[in-house]
């Protein structure tokens, strides 16, 4: 597998990849360790509140968002980490069932001034569900290794 | 237990908790689960990434932040969840057997706009680890319910 370095990406370019399907039960186990509100745990509580209906973790969309990335992305990079991102929405609920689709679109490419060897990333990433609707949005700020020379 | 309601809120009110212990096992677990780049779950490349040892994934604190929330703070709360976040920074890693403590300061609130029974609360949100290094910081936004008539 050859690898992908700071120097193959463009403002401009677009990723698209997916699907992950979203269980009740992944959305059970997740909240219950990491996010116990009603909405997220108990279906009756759920169903009573403005949300109508059990919904995943914000946390959780995240930790699939990046799941996903790892998945189709990262593991071919010269991946640094990240230190961050901006931005973040929780556009709609992600709901038993939904099936996630990942957009990501590279807003900004700049060398590192201080650190030669690195590059980083500015991406617009979505998230969308089976009825093409945004349910997340976030601005993803990624370091990268440059190509060797 | 006494509800708390959006009035109860003014800019500058702080919130500090902890402890929370962060332990190797939670960090490859979430990590094999949600994010498994290397230096989050292979301990030998982890040594040798630019992290110099195994660190828990950034959607991983994240998590832990969410939890140490509920525990401490949601759950007494009139709370309707969260629109998103800005500005979130990883600023340090976070390893096995760091001991995280939790300090919020309100920095806007004020009532909806377009919907009279909610608020919307602002809040700069810093973990800190055992040593008073910040960690984390990230901009939360809250929505509650106004206090009824």
Redesign the interface.
């Given at each position: 597998m050859s690898i992908i370095y700071f120097e193959d990406f463009s403002v401009g370019d677009k990723t698209v990849f997916g699907e992950k399907k979203v269980t009740r039960e992944e959305i059970l186990k997740?909240a219950h360790?990491?996010?116990?509100?009603?909405?997220h745990v108990d279906e009756n509580a759920a169903n009573e509140s403005?949300?109508g209906g059990l919904i995943a973790?914000?946390?959780h969309t995240?930790?699939?968002l990046?799941?996903m990335m790892?998945d189709n992305m990262?593991?071919q990079r010269a991946?640094?980490?990240?230190?961050?991102?901006?931005?973040?929405?929780?556009i709609l609920p992600v709901r038993p069932d939904d099936v996630l689709r990942f957009e990501s679109t590279v807003i900004e490419a700049r060398k590192s001034s201080s650190r030669p060897d690195m590059g980083i990333i500015r991406a617009q990433i979505y998230l969308f569900n089976q009825n093409d609707e945004k349910v997340l949005s976030v601005k993803t700020i990624g370091m990268m290794k440059t190509r060797p020379a």
């Amino acid at each position: 597998m050859s690898i992908i370095y700071f120097e193959d990406f463009s403002v401009g370019d677009k990723t698209v990849f997916g699907e992950k399907k979203v269980t009740r039960e992944e959305i059970l186990k997740f909240a219950h360790k990491y996010d116990p509100q009603s909405f997220h745990v108990d279906e009756n509580a759920a169903n009573e509140s403005i949300y109508g209906g059990l919904i995943a973790s914000g946390w959780h969309t995240g930790g699939m968002l990046m799941r996903m990335m790892v998945d189709n992305m990262v593991n071919q990079r010269a991946g640094l980490g990240s230190p961050g991102f901006d931005d973040l929405r929780w556009i709609l609920p992600v709901r038993p069932d939904d099936v996630l689709r990942f957009e990501s679109t590279v807003i900004e490419a700049r060398k590192s001034s201080s650190r030669p060897d690195m590059g980083i990333i500015r991406a617009q990433i979505y998230l969308f569900n089976q009825n093409d609707e945004k349910v997340l949005s976030v601005k993803t700020i990624g370091m990268m290794k440059t190509r060797p020379a």
